[in-house]
């Protein structure tokens, strides 16, 4: 299935194209970094474009520099001439508006940079997590489809030639295991196609949303996508309010970093923002994975330093949501592999039932 990507046309505006997924994958973080590094080195903004442009690897990032360049020559501020890609994100954009105004461009960037960094390790953790169980998996799933597709017909075939008497249940079994070699193709067929489909769904980003809204209901991987949420959220609000936006734009921008239940909330919540109350008297915390969440908020009320206590939160919901990935990964792999060594072994033994049948029967 094809994506959707966006390609510079001849007049130098960005136009959506189809694509392979994955095909036009622009780093923010790395763009953010790389920039704010040489405004901090004293380059001007047009300087520090041309070398960006100069050292992007890919041509579709190569083209986008250039273009940004040459709309900052012509005149357009650097949100503006951003704004018009959506590659760069709604919050990078606001950040850099900020920084505009500001005359702080290179420290909102920094700050961006940083934060997107701490969320990318988080997120290679979990990755590295989930390799050695997808892998366990894989091999699981390879040899139960060799013994089904093939070891388990030849065994039917086997003992039905045999001709011997079987109890009701040992016939069942060569009953199934000649079906399956049978039907080979149109089962193999019907698993493939789900597997294409899981596929093809983990491409899109609509699907790996509702994805993640249904692992989200899973009790054991609730409460850790909650924390992976929060702290992605609370970093985006505090990065937004410490760059000069309004906490109710700060937190709109962040909205789609939430699981959809938090999202409803967070609407709910910028309705009462809007008439004046605090954001700590209705912000609900559940929905954030920890209670700490309103406490430290209130203390930021108090202080009335809100992006410093939305930092302290953030660097809190992050440590707490590592080590409740790495409990889960110490938990998960050997139920795993019990499972999956349960299922290789039930297969193995409903083979080996006929034939110890059939040698009594022989004997």
């Known amino acids: 299935m094809l994506t959707t990507r966006y390609v510079v046309d001849a007049e130098g505006r960005f136009v959506r194209q189809s694509g392979l997924p994955g095909a036009d994958r622009f780093d923010r973080a790395l763009f953010a970094e790389d920039l704010a590094g040489l405004l901090q080195a004293g380059l001007s903004l047009h300087e520090a474009l041309g070398v960006l442009a100069e050292g992007m690897p890919a041509r579709a990032d190569r083209a986008r520099m250039q273009v940004l360049r040459q709309r900052i020559v012509n005149g357009l501020p650097v949100s503006r001439a951003m704004g018009d890609d959506p590659a760069y994100g709604a919050v990078l954009v606001a950040l850099v508006q900020a920084g505009e105004r500001s005359s702080g461009l290179a420290e909102g960037l920094a700050r961006y940079a940083a934060a997107a960094r701490r969320t990318q390790a988080l997120r290679q953790q ?17 040899v139960v489809l060799f013994l089904l597709g093939w070891m388990v017909p030849q065994f039917a075939t086997v003992v039905a030639d045999a001709d011997a008497a079987l109890s009701p249940a040992a016939q069942r079994l060569v009953a ?43 009790p054991g991987l609730q409460h850790t996508l909650l924390l992976l949420g929060g702290s992605r959220f609370f970093a985006t609000v505090g ?111 409903l083979m ?12």
């Open 126 to 142: 979990l990755q590295s997590a989930l390799v050695y169980p997808t892998l366990l998996l894989a091999v699981a799933l390879g």
């Open 176 to 218: 199934t295991g000649r079906w399956l070699g049978e039907h080979r193709a149109r089962w193999l067929g019907a698993l493939g196609l789900v597997l294409a489909s899981l596929v093809l769904l983990l491409c899109r980003a609509d699907g790996r949303a509702r994805l993640l809204a249904a692992l989200s209901r899973w």
């Open 239 to 349: 990065m937004l309010t410490q760059a000069g936006l309004p906490l109710t734009q700060a937190l709109e921008l962040a909205q789609p970093l939430l699981l959809p239940a938090g999202r409803e909330h967070l609407r709910g919540v910028l309705v009462q923002l809007r008439t004046g109350r605090a954001l700590a008297d209705c912000l609900d915390s559940r929905h954030f994975g920890d209670p700490v969440v309103g406490r430290l908020l209130e203390v930021g009320q108090r202080t009335g330093d809100l992006p410093a206590t939305l930092a302290r939160l953030t660097l809190l919901l992050e440590a707490r949501a590592a080590r409740r990935m790495a409990h889960l990964s110490h938990a998960f792999e050997p139920a795993l592999m019990l499972l999956l060594g349960g299922l290789i072994g039930g297969v193995v033994l």
């Open 352 to 363: 080996y039932v006929p034939l110890l049948e059939l040698s009594s029967a022989l004997q």
